[in-house]
């Protein structure tokens, strides 16, 4: 695999967290440790696609 691919890949991950946690956020039985994870999975997406995108540009 790329790393192009790779970085596609984990943004539409990332994309799919963001829409999950909207999701739960409507629902009036909010479950908050599951939000606080996903919230964390999404913020580890997002520096590891940082990462590898400065990796890409020094390439």
């Known amino acids: ?4 691919a ?3 890949e ?11 946690i909207a999701e739960l ?3 009036p039985s909010v479950d ?7 919230k964390r999975e999404k913020l580890h ?3 590891e696609i940082a990462r590898l ?3 890409l540009g020094a390439a």
């Open 1 to 4: 695999m790329s790393l192009e």
């Open 6 to 8: 790779h970085i596609q």
């Open 10 to 20: 984990l943004e539409a991950r990332r994309q799919q967290l963001k829409q999950q």
């Open 25 to 27: 956020m409507a629902h």
């Open 32 to 38: 908050d440790i599951e939000i606080a994870r996903l």
């Open 45 to 47: 997406l997002k520096d």
């Open 53 to 55: 995108k400065k990796e």
